[in-house]
């Protein structure tokens, strides 16, 4: 199978496996790659200590935030100018790529109050932080929030090239911000002794990286640069995207929402059982962000051809994607379960938070399996247009389920019994999931 990466694919024909996986490789790497900023900081930051990696973990879900909503404008624009230019309308796909940036920045701007020392303590606080945490807390968040701005460009420049069939692109900007990311942190944080801050800081730079490169990518393709010039309509064109994109951001905003919680109830056990789910959740979501990067990939393919009205190759796109999704996750999960020393290894965190994360890596795995199912829902209902499908069930599993299991086994089992409330919320929503996958298969063989 000869699949040209680096070159746009033709989504309305052709091979299925060929283009979707032509689309998904470079695409699962860019997410892969965009997430290890996270895994990189929580691996520098478990050497400084317990109360620096659980300072992490309460700050991360503000990087989430930012991050849903880049999504929500990123998956909105990409799907929009994707169909658009099925249906052969430049000057919407022009209008639709001009609008994106201005929205998104607009989106983060109340993020920006964290900025402020006294919200910041207050914000934290809430959240169970206290004494020498609140300090660590806003070194880290300060440098993280300077740098979402650029965050934002990079995702909206990624949605101009995915819309075009290039995930390429992408992908060479997320490794390089990344490469230097790698490089950076040690420096800051140890050998210029900035310490938690310069894990930040380091994030920032390696964001900067991406976007130069991006940009200079966008003009050598001839397509459009994002910019945060007023044009016409530029308000309707927000509502076009907001309609798609608001549902997307909501999707995605459940789950900082849900972990911020599931801190709360950790909290209440120590620092220890926080910092150890910080690990596993860094873990896991590194693990299953192939998985994350494929589905979002299929979502221009799948809109593109409902454009073209080429119903079949929806559907076989769909079960393409189950195929593979099973063949990764499988030694994955096996890995996790078998091997969670190893995978702990990079981490030089105490010994209590060593253990809990090894017993957290491994009870977690036992759901993966079942994470394909409501990744397929996403891409379908996002290629469809009928965003709030995934949105209702991701909100069940991580926030109606997961944190009512976590309160009830945290109560009987303490921060061990805790741990359980992932695979378990996984399986119920993989109900959910299936329902509503099948109801919308259900509408693509009626069409």
């Known amino acids: 199978m000869n699949l040209s990466l680096s070159k746009p694919v033709d989504m309305g024909s052709g091979s299925i496996p060929r283009v979707v996986l032509a689309l998904a490789i470079p695409?699962?790497?860019?997410?892969?790659?965009?997430?290890?900023y996270a895994f990189i900081d929580t691996m520098f930051i478990s050497w400084l200590g317990t109360v620096p990696l659980a300072a992490q973990a309460l700050s991360i879900p503000i990087f989430y935030v930012a991050l849903s909503l880049g999504k929500g404008v990123q998956v909105g624009t990409a799907a929009l100018i994707s169909r658009t230019r099925g249906e052969n309308n430049l000057e919407k796909v022009e209008a639709l790529a001009g609008a994106a940036l201005p929205l998104l920045l607009l989106a983060i701007l109340p993020?920006?109050?964290?900025?402020?020392?006294?919200?910041?303590?207050?914000?934290?606080?809430?959240?169970?932080?206290?004494?020498?945490?609140?300090?660590?807390?806003?070194?880290?968040?300060?440098?993280?929030?300077?740098?979402?701005?650029?965050?934002?460009?990079?995702?909206?420049?990624?949605?101009?090239?995915?819309?075009?069939?290039?995930?390429?692109?992408?992908?060479?900007?997320?490794?390089?911000?990344?490469?230097?990311?790698?490089?950076?942190?040690?420096?800051?944080?140890?050998?210029?002794?900035?310490?938690?801050?310069?894990?930040?800081m380091a994030m920032l730079l390696g964001q900067i990286l991406s976007a130069i490169y991006i940009r200079a990518r966008l003009k050598q393709s001839g397509l459009f640069v994002p910019t945060v010039k007023r044009q016409s309509e530029i308000i309707k064109t927000w509502k076009e995207i907001g309609r798609l994109g608001a549902f997307v951001a909501l999707t995605?905003?459940?789950?900082?929402?849900?972990?911020?919680?599931?801190?709360?109830?950790?909290?209440?056990?120590?620092?220890?059982?926080?910092?150890?789910?910080?690990?596993?959740?860094?873990?896991?979501?590194?693990?299953?962000?192939?998985?994350?990067?494929?589905?979002a990939s299929m979502i221009p393919f799948l809109s593109f051809?409902?454009?073209?009205?080429?119903?079949?190759?929806?559907?076989?796109?769909?079960?393409?994607?189950?195929?593979?999704?099973?063949?990764f996750v499988l030694p994955m999960m096996t890995i996790f379960i078998l091997l969670p020393q190893y995978l702990m290894f990079p981490f030089r965190a105490s010994?209590?938070?060593?253990?809990?994360?090894?017993?957290?890596?491994?009870?977690?795995?036992?759901?993966?399996?079942?994470?394909?199912?409501?990744?397929?829902?996403?891409?379908?209902?996002?290629?469809?247009?009928?965003?709030?499908?995934?949105?209702?069930?991701?909100?069940?599993?991580?926030?109606?389920?997961?944190?009512?299991?976590?309160?009830?086994?945290?109560?009987?089992?303490?921060?061990?019994?805790?741990?359980?409330?992932?695979?378990?919320?996984?399986?119920?929503?993989?109900?959910?999931?299936?329902v509503m996958l099948w109801k919308l298969m259900q509408r693509v063989e009626a069409m």
């Open 27 to 36: 695409a699962m790497m860019s997410m892969f790659f965009q997430n290890l």
């Open 111 to 200: 993020i920006f109050l964290l900025l402020v020392p006294g919200i910041s303590d207050t914000f934290f606080g809430l959240m169970g932080a206290k004494g020498e945490m609140l300090a660590q807390v806003y070194s880290y968040t300060f440098w993280l929030v300077l740098g979402f701005p650029v965050m934002a460009y990079v995702m909206v420049a990624e949605a101009i090239f995915m819309s075009h069939g290039d995930t390429f692109t992408p992908m060479k900007a997320m490794l390089l911000g990344n490469g230097a990311n790698l490089i950076l942190a040690p420096l800051l944080m140890f050998a210029l002794d900035f310490g938690i801050a310069g894990a930040s």
């Open 252 to 295: 995605f905003l459940i789950s900082p929402v849900s972990l911020t919680l599931i801190n709360g109830v950790l909290a209440s056990f120590g620092a220890a059982p926080v910092a150890a789910w910080n690990i596993m959740s860094r873990l896991e979501m590194l693990g299953l962000l192939p998985l994350n990067g494929m589905a």
């Open 305 to 327: 051809n409902l454009g073209q009205y080429k119903y079949q190759r929806i559907k076989d796109g769909i079960k393409f994607f189950f195929v593979v999704a099973v063949i």
């Open 351 to 434: 010994t209590e938070v060593m253990e809990l994360g090894k017993h957290a890596i491994r009870i977690a795995a036992f759901g993966h399996i079942l994470a394909p199912i409501e990744l397929a829902l996403y891409s379908l209902a996002q290629g469809l247009q009928k965003p709030w499908y995934p949105m209702f069930t991701l909100g069940m599993r991580v926030i109606v389920l997961r944190y009512t299991l976590a309160l009830y086994l945290g109560a009987h089992w303490g921060a061990f019994g805790i741990f359980w409330c992932q695979p378990s919320s996984m399986a119920l929503g993989a109900i959910i999931s299936s």
